[in-house]
């Protein structure tokens, strides 16, 4: 009986949230709370931490956010953002983004370890990502051997 018990109370499926009026109750999916790292790729090298934070507090709120610099200070053109919700991220990632007078590059953060096309237990990847990876990858190979066609066919000439 006491395994029922340990169960149900291990993950809780459904969050109580507060509505906006404060008069309602609303449940959401424990994994619609869930926080969401963005990648934010092609920034200017004049965009600042503090625009990324301004920025994407429009769409929820932002728990983490960085522009990246190197050790000397110089911008690397990146950057990244954790938001509150998977829901808020999911609206980010649903329009383009300009920042800084540039569109910009976003995707889900993948975890340093994900690099390698393979999910560990302990990462945060979903299949999603995984398949992206995939198809990033099958779509790398295919421009390699279109390049290598078209070297061969230029010897042949």
Known sequence: MSTAIEASVAMPTHIV???ADQNKAVVLPAAALRPTKLFIGGLTRHTTTQQLRDHFSQ???ILDCIAMRKPDGHPRGFGYVTLDSLAAAERCLAEPQVIDGRLVDM???VPGNAGSGVCSPNSSCS???A???QKSQQQQQRRWQQ???QQQQQQQQ
């Open 107 to 109: 995707k889900r953060a």
């Open 17 to 19: 949230a507060a509505a």
């Open 131 to 133: 398949i992206g990876r």
């Open 59 to 61: 769409y929820g709120r």
């Open 127 to 129: 299949p999603q990502d």
């Open 147 to 149: 390049q290598q066609l």
